[in-house]
């Protein structure tokens, strides 16, 4: 079974950055597409942003298109999203998720991370 272990997070003032790793425990990571969702509080989980296993495509949620970069080392099994411009209204548990389909649907994954927490203040 994948474990994956996300880190990270932290607390911001707004406009200031952070960057997510998310750590695969195992190869197969190379060959599924991943996935980064956020939930807040009395929310429901959202959808960030997406790369494909090859690292050829990317994509993103409107809100924070521009903002935010997926990338993902394969040699290292893990993912990272670049968070720039943070708002306060990106606060959020964040988590990684690995799947064998490229969506922005969390159903679609198999494998999710613990969650670490990004605390954005005005």
């Known amino acids: 079974q994948v474990q994956l272990v996300e880190s990270g997070g932290g607390l911001v003032q707004a406009g200031g950055s952070l960057r997510l790793s998310c750590a695969a425990s195992?190869?197969?990571?190379?060959?599924?597409?991943m996935g980064w969702f956020r939930q807040a509080p009395g929310k429901e989980r959202e959808f960030v942003a997406a790369?494909?296993?090859?690292?050829?495509?990317?994509y993103y949620a409107d809100s924070v298109k521009g903002r935010f970069t997926i990338s993902r080392d394969n040699a290292r099994n893990t993912v990272y999203l670049q968070m720039n411009s943070l708002k306060p209204e990106d606060t959020a548990v964040y988590y990684c998720?690995?799947?064998?389909?490229?969506?922005?649907?969390?159903?679609?994954?198999?494998?999710w991370g613990q969650g670490t927490q990004v605390t954005v203040s005005s």
């Open positions: 790369i494909s296993w090859s690292g050829t495509n990317t």
């Open positions: 998720a690995s799947g064998p389909i490229l969506t922005s649907s969390a159903r679609a994954y198999d494998y």
């Open positions: 195992q190869r197969t990571n190379s060959r599924n597409h």
